[in-house]
């Protein structure tokens, strides 16, 4: 055995991956001492495991410090103020489950915890039970008293779940695709105080591809298609686009190495496991020339972009690549030798044969280990989901039993809406996840299945049947909505049974109102039964004004079905109305207000759309002009409502893309993409318009109400000559203008305007009720 190598990889990995310089230096050291002796042989292999001996307890000893430290960082940054209220404890090493305490102590709040998550989950646990407060994406309170409460008694507790996953490859993009470092530290918090300890990171991925591509010997000119613009990377790296958005710049793919660099020290010095990205055979046109006797498969997503090439798992070429990646990564961002590779993204496999599909798994996996023997496998089950004719059992079992159940996991990624582990026997074996997907596209509407996330991981997790269930996740298309859900879901980290959802929505209106006020207590009642009882419909329903001109009640992804009559969300409305005029007030109530507010108006859009609709039909052109006028004007004072919370603004979107942009050209560029992904997705003749449709201020105004008025005005000039509207060139000309709105520079307020409470009441006076009796 060469034990110089082999201790030198290990101290490398050691610095590499967690910058600890305190223990690999000295046992690098002293290993420099032992050679310098001369040992026998079996003397020098004893010495050996002596230093490897005392670099594991430097080392461990080293992880405790900087967990605590790192989570003493996160308390001052979460409570700058009050952060010497309390003090950071570590906790032994668990076996594999994370477990913290909360006590007060001489005047101080004790937190404890095994690693830095588990110290930053303490620290929320207290903050929600003992101080009422909540930190969420849209809206936080952290009103804390001068003297902070005590903790009557010791609290200890343990996870039933190894993992807490987070995060979808559409999440990188539909919400993440503009982030710089201060909100991905922002993010980061937020995934430690919920408990999140195994994140996919992906982001600078490109920038290793790019490495290993040059390393191959393809120049610049022959990559430059391949990849593709920053709003499209998930899609990219999954193998389901080349080029599309492109060409990137070789700065893009520098800043965010930098950028991903920052994002892995931050996650692992907490205690986090992230999960990095393996080869799964995509591979640029040029390979073909590059690599003439290659074994390619050509494949199409079938969404308006042109073909991609995979290289077939069965050349010999695949697990040479598949190894250079991983040692490249490596080299640049480190390893927790969890790897993330999904075969035949809403793409069909060329054969069905389970001998085939063993075989392809087989190698993909042999692949991750040539390169690390400790590799595991993180496949999403989204194919299982989304391609359930093709995956049946036969299938699914020869794909999954072809690699060792201590080295795969399983996502089962849409549990709340469809449980594949139930058809599956549990992943046949494999360790797996239970995850809740929420939201597609970053739509924004109010949606979600509560009472299936207060009970369905707790009730699978006690299930007899449910095999090696070890996790929970979320696994969101985007974030920065539904709050609600999310704060429901992580609260199940801690504990192994169904939820209590009434009792945690108190506890919830509480923390987030600063108030137990009986209305808003109704209000909720009102929401969990309605928007958030998720039983008819897949996800939630967007507005028909986000929607391509059309006479119909629906377009194409646009969805307007409701899983509620419209109706019946009128009450919370008043609710919580009448709260704003108690005088609640905190930040996470003006979210919500316009959320509500805005949630009533967009429903209301279509029984308006269809007046004017039928009063076309009936050549009653007075009428058409009447409702026509009132639907652009509701349009309008939905922009207005969301233009006083920032969470609801185009600018940032637009803002934050330009500002990775060196020159006006890379600016434009990005510019583009932030344009074109939550509008046509693809070029001007995208079958996925409006897939990631937005409701947004500057958005509604700028895009979707000009979209409308040249409809509408098509239609007014129609009944004025009497002559039948052209739909068809109507179209082609819409087209046209959605592709030159995306190709546009124009800049939009970063910033709120104007006061949430007042513009929500004044739109209630207005709107409440003429929404009553619509037709």
Request: charged share 20%.
């Amino acid at each position: 055995m060469n034990y110089t190598r082999l201790y030198y990889a290990g101290c490398n990995i050691y610095r590499q991956v967690f910058n600890f310089t305190t223990a690999t230096n000295f046992s690098v050291s002293f290993y420099h001492q032992l050679m310098k002796i001369s040992f026998t042989a079996k003397a020098r292999q004893h010495w050996y495991y002596i230093a490897l001996f005392l670099s594991i307890c430097l080392y461990t000893n080293a992880t405790a410090q900087l967990n605590k430290a790192e989570a003493t960082s996160l308390i001052r940054r979460i409570l700058p103020e009050k952060a010497t209220a309390f003090t950071v404890e570590a906790l032994p090493p668990q076996s594999d489950k994370d477990a913290f305490e909360i006590e007060s102590s001489k005047g101080k709040i004790i937190l404890r915890g095994n690693n830095g998550v588990a110290i930053a989950a303490a620290l929320y646990h207290y903050l929600g039970e003992y101080a009422h407060c909540q930190i969420t994406w849209n809206g936080t309170n952290l009103h804390l008293p001068d003297r902070l409460p005590a903790v009557p008694q010791k609290v200890q507790l343990h996870t039933p779940y190894q993992y807490r996953y987070y995060l979808n490859y559409c999440t990188f993009n539909y919400s993440m695709s503009w982030w710089n470092w201060e909100r991905w530290e922002k993010e980061i918090d937020w995934m430690a105080l919920h408990g999140i300890n195994m994140p996919l990171a992906i982001t600078g991925e490109e920038y290793t591809w790019y490495l290993v591509y040059k390393d191959l010997g393809f120049s610049d000119a022959e990559l430059q298609d391949f990849f593709s613009g920053p709003a499209y990377f998930g899609w990219f790296w999954m193998g389901n686009l080349d080029g599309w958005g492109g060409p990137l710049p070789l700065s893009w793919m520098k800043s965010h190495h930098a950028l991903q660099v920052k994002i892995l020290q931050r996650e692992r010095a907490l205690g986090m496991k992230p999960v990095l990205p393996a080869f799964t055979g995509h591979v640029p046109v040029a390979f073909r020339k590059k690599f003439p006797a290659a074994k390619l498969i050509t494949t199409n997503w079938k969404n308006g972009f042109a073909d991609t090439q995979i290289l077939d798992a069965a050349d010999p070429l695949f697990a040479v690549l598949g190894k250079q990646f991983l040692e490249k990564q490596t080299q640049l961002f480190g390893t927790d030798h969890l790897y993330s590779a999904d075969t035949f993204n809403e793409n069909e496999p060329p054969s069905d044969d389970p001998a085939f599909l063993s075989g392809l798994s087989a190698r993909i996996y042999e692949g991750m280990k040539q390169a690390d023997t400790a590799a595991v496998w993180v496949m999403q089950g989204w194919l299982f989901y989304s391609d359930r004719k093709f995956w049946k059992a036969p299938q699914v079992e020869a794909l999954l039993k072809a690699v060792p159940n201590n080295k795969m996991i399983l996502l089962d990624l849409a549990a709340e809406i469809e449980p594949v582990w139930k058809r599956t026997d549990a992943f046949y074996g494999k360790p797996w996840i239970w995850n809740m997907l929420n939201n597609f596209g970053g739509n924004v509407n109010l949606f979600g299945r509560m009472e299936g996330a207060a009970s369905g991981p707790a009730l699978a997790l006690n299930d007899t049947n449910s095999g090696n269930m070890a996790g929970i996740g979320l696994t969101m298309e985007a974030i920065e909505q539904n709050p609600v859900l999310y704060e429901l879901m992580m609260e199940h980290t801690w504990r192994s049974q169904p939820i209590q959802l009434d009792e945690w929505l108190h506890k919830y209106i509480r923390n987030r109102y600063r108030s137990e006020n009986t209305d808003l207590i109704k209000a909720w009642d009102i929401l969990k039964h309605t928007v958030y009882n998720g039983q008819s419909i897949r996800d939630g329903a967007e507005s028909i004004i986000t929607g391509r001109p059309t006479f119909d009640s629906a377009a194409e992804w646009t969805r307007t079905r409701l899983n509620y009559l419209p109706h019946e969300l009128l009450p919370a409305w008043d609710l919580f109305i009448k709260a704003a005029a108690a005088g609640v007030n905190t930040d996470g109530f003006r979210y919500d207000l316009v959320d509500v507010s805005r949630q009533v108006l967009a429903n209301y859009a279509l029984p308006l759309q269809q007046r004017w609709v039928r009063a076309f039909r009936e050549k009653d052109s007075a009428a058409f002009r009447v409702y026509s006028s009132r639907y652009l004007a509701l349009i309008s004072d939905l922009d207005t409502l969301l233009s006083t919370r920032k969470d609801f603004l185009l600018g940032p979107w637009l803002a934050t893309a330009r500002s990775w942009g060196n020159n006006p050209a890379e600016k434009a560029l990005y510019e583009r993409n932030a344009r074109d992904l939550i509008t046509l997705w693809g070029d001007a003749n995208s079958p996925l318009h409006e897939y990631a449709n937005r409701q947004w201020s500057g958005l509604l105004n700028d895009f979707y109400k000009p979209r409308w008025s040249q409809f509408l005005d098509m239609l007014q000039h129609s009944l004025q000559t009497g002559a039948t509207p052209d739909l068809p060139a109507f179209d082609k000309q819409i087209r046209t203008w959605e592709w030159q709105w995306v190709n546009r520079q124009k800049a939009f307020p970063v910033l709120p305007q104007g006061n949430s409470i007042q513009t929500a009441r004044r739109l209630y006076d207005k709107y409440r009720s003429v929404i009553e009796d619509p037709l």
